[in-house]
């Protein structure tokens, strides 16, 4: 499995404040970022899986909402986060 509790915990400790804010959006659209990463890079090598294709697009819709509650609520944690993990606006 490519995603483990351990690289879990990382990515809440680093973005969510400490492991266990498993809630907070900006942990939230780091786990998404890296699961999109994880699928974009199977897809280049399967380019007719189109079921990961669709969880995919749901991903990146998922974590589009986030972005967009966050730019809503709270500008400089949307500006943060977009520049720590390099997402295009």
Known sequence: MYL?????EEIF???GGNAKNT???EGQIALFSYRIAH????LKKNRKDYNTERSLVLLVGK????LD?????EINRYREIIKELNIRK
């Open 4 to 8: 483990t509790k351990e690289i879990k």
């Open 13 to 15: 400790a680093k973005h």
């Open 23 to 25: 809630g907070s959006a």
């Open 39 to 42: 699928l974009t890079e199977h």
């Open 63 to 66: 974590r589009r909402r986030l």
């Open 69 to 73: 509650y966050l730019k809503k609520t």
